[in-house]
């Protein structure tokens, strides 16, 4: 089914590159092939390691390998996924040279008749756009989560109407290079983070800027209270300003959460203040909060193995997260660290792990872990702290349980990425999983 490119991005006949080839870049190739374009797939991967099948094809050029970045400026239009930094060398030179630089995510939100919820923050938008989804699911069947959970955005765009909702969880990969913004918008909160990505924290911030920025008069944007970087998006929002706060959510919604520490409460609240402007009645509020158990990788408990309880919390991959899943919890802790360089600093979270004082042991591994003891060392942990390299995440686990006594719990929670010994953080979380069932 073809449909109507209605903004000012033609696409049948032209030259058209896709730069990466991930969840986006399939969703790319199906919508533009079927509108007409000469897509051609770039990708630094090879086609093995890409693991394409005939289907995937859909009669695209393929360049793959270490070449993949070359001659872009033979492209008319570059749509790129979210890994791929908007300001490279070789993308801006190729926009200098007459391309129009374009992604998924943009050309979905011209594109999308439907109301859009969109959902950032440095951590819990996940939680916040899937919570807000399964709470408007109560009342609609026309509501829909795209994006980074939920279904890939341009397959969608077939199913949905005027009174359709989607909600989408935006990173600032996402967000850097949008002008049209959100119908309502919500920023749970917002920290360094990406700076293996991002020019430097100015450039991060800017680019969660974009999703207020772009609002008409009649657009919501739903800020957290506590946020130090409020009075930014304050100013940048175009329409109607809501603040939510965990300190003034109603007991009724408070009582139904089942999901462990306050970074949750904020999230829930931040729904709220979504839905009941959507007219969402009490009791589906309250119902999908009690119904929801939250998502896999983010604080998701495991299984109890003599009276040690295990925590996958994989997706906490810079200190934030972890200082939140620290602040979770009363029991005595093992708390697992470490992974590749994000350009964080550690020294935040070494001073949350010296003031709860429920943290006994630290298990370090990763490329990162030196960066990581001396920060514990100097903000004076006086816990044990085990050194685990690149061990198996079988022997990490054993490790973990031997050194946690009976009621404690194991809190897989790194505070870095995993590139160094997993493909990514949802495979890290997969292995921990398997290893604790294995014990």
Request: proline residues 3%; contains cysteine; charged residues 30%.
């Amino acid at each position: 089914m073809e449909l109507k490119n209605k903004h000012s991005l033609p696409l049948r006949g032209k030259k058209v590159a896709i730069l990466g080839f991930g969840m986006e870049g399939r969703d790319l190739l199906s919508y533009l092939t079927i509108n007409g374009a000469n897509a051609t797939v770039l990708d630094k991967k090879t086609e093995e390691e890409l693991g394409l099948k005939g289907e995937d094809l859909q009669g695209a050029k393929f360049v793959t390998g270490e070449e993949y970045f070359k001659n872009l400026g033979q492209f008319e239009i570059i749509f790129r996924s979210p890994g791929v930094y908007r300001y490279l060398p070789e993308i801006v030179e190729a926009e200098e040279e007459g391309a129009q630089i374009s992604s998924a995510t943009k050309l979905f939100i011209e594109l999308c008749p439907a109301k859009i919820i969109g959902v950032t923050g440095t951590k819990g938008k996940g939680t916040t756009a899937s919570l807000i989804y399964e709470i408007l699911k109560k009342g609609s069947e026309d509501v829909y989560l795209a994006g980074n959970i939920g279904k890939p955005y341009l397959e969608l765009l077939k199913k949905l109407t005027s009174k359709s909702i989607v909600v989408m969880e935006l990173s600032s990969f996402q967000l850097i290079d949008i002008n049209q913004s959100p119908d309502i918008s919500v920023v749970v909160n917002v920290d360094q983070d990406h700076l293996d990505w991002h020019k430097d924290i100015s450039e991060y911030i800017d680019a969660k800027l974009n999703i207020v920025r772009f609002q008409s008069k009649e657009g919501l944007a739903v800020l957290s209270q506590h946020d130090k970087h409020l009075k930014e998006f304050e100013d940048a929002a175009g329409g109607e300003v809501v603040y939510f706060s965990k300190d003034r959510i109603d007991e009724k919604y408070k009582s139904a959460i089942s999901l462990p520490g306050s970074h949750n409460v904020e999230n829930v609240a931040a729904a709220v203040v979504v839905a009941k402007k959507l007219g969402v009645p009490e009791k589906d509020i309250v119902s999908a909060i009690k119904d929801f158990k939250g998502l896999e990788h983010r604080l998701e408990f495991v299984r109890k193995v003599e009276k040690v309880s295990f925590y996958n919390d994989s997706f906490a991959t810079g200190p934030r997260p972890t200082v939140a899943a620290i602040n979770s919890f009363d029991e005595n802790m093992t708390l697992i660290l470490g992974g590749s360089d994000k350009g964080h600093g550690f020294g935040e979270l070494a001073e949350a792990v010296v003031s709860n004082k429920n943290v006994n042991c630290i298990i370090l591994i990763g490329e990162i872990r030196k960066r990581i003891a001396e920060a514990l060392t100097k903000a004076g942990f006086q816990g044990s702290i085990i050194d685990k390299g690149q061990s198996t995440m079988d022997e990490i686990v054993e490790t973990s349980f031997k050194e946690t006594s009976e009621g404690g719990v194991v809190v897989l929670s790194p505070a870095a990425a995993s590139f160094d010994m997993f493909e990514n953080y949802k495979e890290r979380g997969v292995k921990f999983k398997e290893a604790v069932k294995n014990l």
